[in-house]
């Protein structure tokens, strides 16, 4: 089974600073679609940015950036002008193809604090 | 507002007790997967049902049992409650195969005491 891993269980960042959360994920996949949500008090979950791996070109949306190193299995999300509504818990997550089912996989989370 | 509709929100019960949640998925969505989010254990996939049928199991203890329903609702039962099967509860819904997003409710919150 495939599995993903976040490093940072917390970061902090400055309001309107840049800041990067890391994740790394374990596959023997060629093709395959990794994600970050947003999981913030309110506990609803958030897609924030996608990316597919065949695709070479790294994912933006608005602020939400990825560094999609694919030979080095990693999946990192970049903030940039971080604001006080980003704080919340992202988690990564990976699109795992096993038996004809599809379901998703996620790392342990990241907690992000943004300071005023 | 995702589509997806969990009920109830909160839930306390006693240990040795059995509950039923219920998720009702975005329309169009075929698809069903619960997961449980406890502190230590980040999101932990249980099981998968896709249009009535049980697609797949993950870590899903035998006290707990999931349908789909001819509507496409499901739910989740889960028996024989322990204090540890305090967590929140997560439905996500996705269209078939090679979704690009999975759905997900607002969670149902079990406490165990």
């Known amino acids: 089974a495939q599995t993903v891993t976040q490093s940072q269980p917390e970061m902090s960042v400055q309001e309107a600073e840049t800041v990067t959360l890391s994740c790394t994920y374990d596959?023997?996949?060629?093709?395959?679609?990794l994600f970050w949500y947003k999981q913030p008090p309110s506990r609803q979950m958030i897609l924030v940015i996608r990316?597919?791996?065949?695709?070479?070109q790294n994912a933006t949306e608005n602020r939400f950036s990825v560094n999609f190193q694919k030979a080095a299995k990693s999946f990192s999300l970049k903030i940039s002008d971080s604001q006080l509504g980003d704080a919340a818990m992202y988690f990564c997550?990976?699109?795992?193809?096993?038996?004809?089912?599809?379901?998703?996989?996620f790392g342990k989370g990241t907690k992000l604090t943004v300071n005023p | 507002d995702s589509g997806v509709t969990q009920t109830p929100k909160h839930l306390i019960t006693a240990t040795g007790q059995r509950v039923t949640l219920r998720c009702s998925p975005r329309?169009?969505?075929?698809?069903v997967y619960w997961y449980q989010q406890s502190l230590d254990q980040g999101l932990q996939f249980l099981i998968q049902?896709?249009?009535?049928?049980?697609?797949a199991k993950g870590n899903i203890l035998e006290r707990f049992s999931a349908q789909q329903f001819p509507d496409l609702h499901s739910e989740l039962n889960l028996s024989s409650l322990e204090l540890g099967d305090s967590a929140l509860y997560f439905c996500?819904?996705?269209?078939?195969?090679?979704?690009?997003?999975?759905?997900f409710g607002q969670g149902t919150r079990l406490t165990v005491v």
């Open positions: 990316q597919e791996a065949y695709k070479q």
């Open positions: 049902y896709y249009n009535g049928e049980e697609r």
């Open positions: 996500a819904s996705s269209v078939v195969s090679g979704f690009t997003e999975a759905f």
């Open positions: 997550a990976y699109r795992e193809l096993q038996g004809g089912s599809e379901k998703l996989v």
């Open positions: 329309s169009g969505d075929l698809s």
């Open positions: 596959t023997s996949e060629s093709d395959y679609y």
